[in-house]
């Protein structure tokens, strides 16, 4: 009887263990930019996300590409939400910190077309990088694939 609590008491940390593991799995990019920086760009494959390995780096969950992202110097994070703010065709939907990095997110819709895009700046903390990642996706898509990235300064080795 000893034998059999001792069995399962072990079986039972073994699933927890199991269990434990398996709620996140991830992909992750390191890019060398030219701010000089390596920015490390990480995704949710549980979540069901997927991540290319190049500039400009694609986000995609299934067959759709979701977000397109690239890197800019620090003055774009100022300048473009200064555009944002003076366009009558934007609007920035929060202004906020992720993972240690601040972001704005806005939307504009251009008048022509009446396409609207989504876009995210996320200025990288203890960089001189800014990650620039815009979809024309359904706003619910974009903030959920957005959601499942962390974007870092990658660690030197």
Same mark, same amino acid.
């Given at each position: 009887?000893?034998?059999?609590?001792?069995?399962?008491?072990?079986?039972?940390?073994?699933?927890?263990?199991?269990?434990?593991?398996? *709620?996140?799995?991830?992909?992750?990019? *390191?890019?060398?930019?030219? *701010?000089?920086?390596?920015?490390?760009?990480?995704?949710?494959?549980?979540?069901?996300?997927?991540?290319?390995?190049?500039?400009?780096?694609?986000?995609?969950?299934?067959?759709?590409?979701?977000?397109?992202?690239?890197?800019?110097?620090?003055?774009?994070?100022? *300048?473009?939400?200064?555009?944002?703010?003076?366009?009558?065709?934007?609007?920035?939907?929060?202004?906020?910190?992720k993972d240690g990095n601040a972001y704005f997110f806005y939307t504009v819709t251009n008048p022509e077309t009446q396409v609207t895009e989504y876009d995210?700046?996320?200025?990288?903390?203890?960089?001189?990088?800014?990650?620039?990642?815009?979809?024309?996706?359904?706003?619910?898509?974009?903030?959920?694939?957005?959601?499942?990235?962390?974007?870092?300064?990658?660690?030197?080795?």
């Amino acid at each position: 009887m000893k034998k059999r609590i001792i069995l399962f008491a072990a079986l039972l940390f073994a699933l927890a263990a199991l269990a434990a593991c398996s *709620t996140h799995a991830s992909k992750s990019a *390191t890019f060398n930019v030219e *701010t000089g920086d390596k920015i490390k760009v990480t995704v949710d494959v549980k979540a069901g996300y997927d991540l290319t390995m190049e500039v400009p780096f694609a986000i995609s969950k299934g067959d759709e590409v979701v977000l397109n992202g690239t890197f800019g110097l620090p003055e774009a994070y100022e *300048t473009y939400r200064q555009l944002a703010e003076a366009d009558p065709n934007a609007a920035i939907l929060a202004e906020d910190s992720k993972d240690g990095n601040a972001y704005f997110f806005y939307t504009v819709t251009n008048p022509e077309t009446q396409v609207t895009e989504y876009d995210y700046f996320v200025q990288v903390a203890g960089s001189q990088t800014v990650v620039i990642i815009g979809s024309v996706a359904e706003r619910e898509a974009v903030e959920a694939a957005f959601a499942a990235i962390t974007i870092s300064l990658a660690e030197e080795d």
